[in-house]
């Protein structure tokens, strides 16, 4: 809750276009059809109710980046890797603001 609230209000200060520079994954957790209507470029899609189910997709030693339409669902992916052993996940909140920050 408290990196969408940080996005929100534009707090964040990470730098997302050097994570994605330095090889970040951007997972995007919308639904199929929202990820079809407009998605970052070669962002991956495992909707957020998918996701531990498809962990195996994703490697442990790689900077991931969770994205979604406001930053609620992609707070909860956070929560969801970082409960599975993924250390360095970020919130990157909506897809469309996260993608003028890269």
Not at 10 to 17: F, I, P, R, S, V
Request: net charge positive; charged share 25%.
């Amino acid at each position: 809750m408290l990196d969408a609230i940080k996005n929100l209000f534009g707090m964040d200060k990470t730098d997302y276009a050097d994570l994605v520079k330095q090889g970040a994954v951007i997972v995007d957790v919308r639904s199929e059809n929202e990820y079809a209507g407009g998605h970052i470029k070669n962002s991956l899609n495992i909707p957020v109710d998918q996701l531990e189910k498809n962990l195996s997709k994703l490697s442990k030693d790689k900077t991931i980046i969770t994205c979604c339409a406001s930053g609620m669902r992609s707070a909860s992916a956070k929560s969801i890797l970082q409960n599975n052993g993924y250390k360095n996940v970020h919130n990157g909140g909506g897809w469309m603001i996260l993608n003028t920050k890269i």
